[in-house]
């Protein structure tokens, strides 16, 4: 594992270089993997943020990774659709349906936003449990966007900058990363205290 890592690092100049050979097919190849991400809820979406901004740069890695974001979740809401009573038999009692509930029921978008916002949250279980509310397709891809942009965004950042290899960056951009992630999760665990409490 550590080998691999040591060859990436070495290689990320010709890793960069191949996408750059293909300015076409890609973007539109990380886009898939990103929707693929979305859809496929084992795939780590952290590891596919950082990748876009390794690859591509902070902005278009930031730009694609969106792209793929918001294709995964209009896929996952028709998916869900489609089957829906499928899903809800299947996540009726789920904890973390009946919590989206409780949730939804008192905040309604807003609520489904923050969740979005958050990092720690199982967002994987997230997109498909959203579409079981009483939510359109337009209102769910405008929150779920907004929400996941700026942990997105902080991983496309993150990636430019181990690409660029500036130890002094490196610190910094991940100290303030994991200053944030505490902060938010400090901040869900109180949310979650209160659903519980109410």
């Known amino acids: 594992m550590l080998e691999e890592i040591i060859n990436l690092w070495q290689d990320r100049a010709y890793l960069r270089e191949i996408t750059k050979a293909h300015p076409n097919l890609a973007p539109i190849i990380f ?15 952290e590891a596919t943020g950082f990748m876009a901004g390794f690859l591509f740069g902070a902005f278009l ?12 979740s209009l896929v996952v809401f028709y998916l869900v659709s489609a089957f829906r009573e499928h899903f809800l038999k299947r996540y009726e009692n789920h904890n973390h349906y009946l919590k989206l ?14 969740l979005y916002l958050f990092p720690g949250f199982p967002k994987d279980i997230l ?10 397709i337009k209102a769910l891809l405008i929150v779920s966007t907004l929400g996941r942009a700026p942990a997105t965004l902080a991983l496309s950042i993150q990636g430019d900058v181990v690409y660029g290899g500036h130890p002094y ?24 205290k209160y659903l519980n409490s109410s």
């Open 31 to 45: 886009v898939i993997i990103q929707a693929l991400q979305v859809i496929i809820a084992p795939l780590p979406g």
């Open 169 to 192: 960056k490196i610190v910094f951009v991940t100290a303030v990363f994991l200053i944030t992630f505490l902060i938010f999760l400090f901040l869900r665990r109180r949310l979650e």
């Open 127 to 136: 997109n498909y449990l959203i579409p079981l509310m009483p939510i359109s």
């Open 101 to 114: 509930k409780r949730l939804f029921r008192k905040y309604g978008l807003f609520g489904v936003f923050i």
């Open 61 to 72: 890695g930031f730009i694609l990774s969106m792209c793929g974001i918001f294709l995964g």
